[in-house]
Nanobody, 122 residues
Framework: VQLQASGGGLVQAGGSLRLSCAAS????????LGWFRQAPGKEREFVAV????????RYADFAKGRFTISRDNAKNTMNLQMNSLKPDDSAVYYC????????????????WGQGTQVTVSS
């Protein structure tokens, strides 16, 4: 599976962005999908995960109520709608796919996209 993240950019605090992740390869619908982010000098951290069918999601505490993860298995895509953005949300955002059924740990993801930069100005 190859993943391509897009949709990042520069936005003012309080604004919104919609990140997308396009996948190529077979068996896309078999994978759990997740978003992670990494700010300069910090570890890559979990943002959100969605299971293979889209029926189950989980968010990091900082993302709850502001971010929404979704997927379209027919189109091999995943999205992350980010609202009420804050300067602390500035980071490179990565999409990832994992063969195990569920998990938020980086180690449970097998494939990673190249990342898309999100910058939130105050």
């Amino acid at each position: 599976v190859q993943l391509q993240a897009s949709g990042g950019g520069l936005v003012q605090a309080g604004g919104s962005l919609r990140l997308s992740c396009a996948a190529s390869g077979s068996s896309f619908s078999r994978y759990k999908l997740g978003w992670f982010r990494q700010a300069p000098g910090k570890e890559r951290e979990f943002v959100a995960v969605i299971n293979w069918s889209g029926s189950n999601t989980r968010y990091a505490d900082f993302a709850k109520g502001r971010f929404t993860i979704s997927r379209d298995n027919a189109k091999n895509t995943m999205n992350l709608q980010m609202n009420s953005l804050k300067p602390d949300d500035s980071a490179v955002y990565y999409c990832a796919a994992g063969a195990t059924m569920w998990g938020t740990a980086r180690e449970s993801y097998d494939y990673w996209g190249q990342g898309t930069q999100v910058t939130v100005s105050s």
